[in-house]
């Protein structure tokens, strides 16, 4: 017996979509390691914005590749790892924007049972990534952190690819 009787009518299937998906973006070549970046202004950048806002256990600036940039983390998470997560979270909205043609992704949070991330784009080529515990004034940090991202775009505007290298 294959399980559907012959008097039912089987389930409609999904179609195809017509049309074209907008083609690949070629990424630029990784911030990681970029030895011209000026690091100690952007960890000022970093903790300025943990210390604004109580319950913030560090900040991570990474690249939508992955790959960590720098981080000025106070808890035992791996910051290449979260690096990596918000790149994912990164292409996830990214994704979604495209899908319901609402443009360039600018920021995501996930709320956990004891805590937030939140992840906003900087530039093409790098993202801020906020941690936080549960009790975090989540509007306030949608207050501070777009105008943090925004002086790190500039601090990242500066970079020459010639200062490439490893770190």
């Known amino acids: 017996?294959?399980?559907?009787?012959?008097?039912?009518?089987?389930?409609?299937?999904?179609?195809?979509?017509?049309?074209?998906?907008?083609?690949?973006?070629?990424?630029?070549?990784?911030?990681?390691?970029?030895?011209?970046?000026?690091?100690?202004?952007i960890g000022h950048e970093l903790s300025e914005l943990r210390l604004q806002i109580p319950g913030v256990h560090g900040c991570v600036l990474g690249g939508v590749d992955g790959l960590l940039?720098?981080?000025?983390l106070q808890t035992d998470v791996d910051p290449n790892d979260l690096a990596a997560l918000a790149a994912t979270t990164y292409g996830l909205g990214r994704q979604v924007g495209l899908r319901l043609g609402q443009g360039d992704f600018q920021q995501s949070t996930v709320r956990n049972a004891g805590g937030y991330l939140s992840v906003y784009a900087v530039s093409s080529q790098a993202l801020l990534a906020v941690v936080g515990e549960d009790s975090i004034n989540v509007a306030r940090l949608h207050l501070h952190a777009p105008p943090v991202a925004k002086r790190l775009a500039g601090l990242l505007d500066q970079v020459t690819p010639a200062g490439h290298g490893a770190r």
């Open 69 to 72: 940039i720098t981080h000025n």
């Open 1 to 41: 017996m294959s399980g559907i009787d012959d008097t039912e009518t089987p389930l409609p299937r999904r179609t195809a979509r017509t049309g074209t998906l907008p083609p690949p973006r070629s990424l630029p070549p990784s911030l990681a390691g970029n030895t011209s970046l000026p690091y100690p202004a």
